[in-house]
């Protein structure tokens, strides 16, 4: 414990136990104050401790009840390395909430080399894992592209996807530019994930390209709890001389 604050030794003496296996998900932790007599430190030490497990994901606090061993998260995970990858929400249950042509805001615009309030095709999808959301796909695309056409995102194939419709319409996508981050939950997306505004959120905004014009853009947006994105990485063996 030298040099350590004795917040972060009272934690990992929680922290190991669960991670572990020895504390299963839903035990109650020790008290605040039994915590503190165990281990002869302050009630706030034992509080910042058990504050710092909860910010881990590791503990959930209960008003008027306690601390709990969260149970374990189901993971699902999005592969981005094949033709099929960006298509929505798979490998999730998907439900289609309708595509809608609205005006572009100031952030998509700029992705799609647009002008503010110029008309998009925007589609929204939902993954849900039984029954419960996990993750919202929302697309945009420029209506110029097909509109008048059968090619348009609302007469599409439920989860069909892009590279083939659009190759339909004589819209060759030949470029894929994807972005990881991480932010806050808005929204309307926090009411869709039944989640709270301004959670941690992974996002993937993920723009196809016909050469160097932008024909599609779309955001995959869910809980860092449960959402994990699946990169397999060819290489290319050295040549023997």
Known sequence: MTGQPRYLWVAELLRRPILNGEYAPGTRLPSRSRLARTHH?????????LRLLVSEGLVEARPGSGYYVRPVPQIHRFSRTDRSSGSGVDPLDREDLGTLTVRVGDLVARRLTLRDGDPVYRTRCLGTANGAPVALHTAWEPVVLTQGTLRTPADADPGSGVLDRLGA??????????????R??????????????????????????????????????????????????????????
Do not use: F, M, W
């Open 41 to 49: 430190v302050s009630e706030q030490v034992s509080r910042h401790a």
């Open 169 to 182: 319409a004589g819209v060759i996508i030949d470029r894929v530019v994807e972005e990881v981050g991480v």
């Open 184 to 241: 806050p939950l808005r929204e309307p997306e926090a009411s869709l994930l039944k989640l709270a505004p301004g959670r941690p959120a992974l996002v993937v905004e993920r723009t196809h390209y016909n050469g160097q014009r932008p024909v599609e853009t779309s955001d995959l947006v869910g809980s860092v709890e449960h959402c994990r994105l699946l990169y397999r990485l060819s290489l290319a063996r050295p040549q023997r001389r």
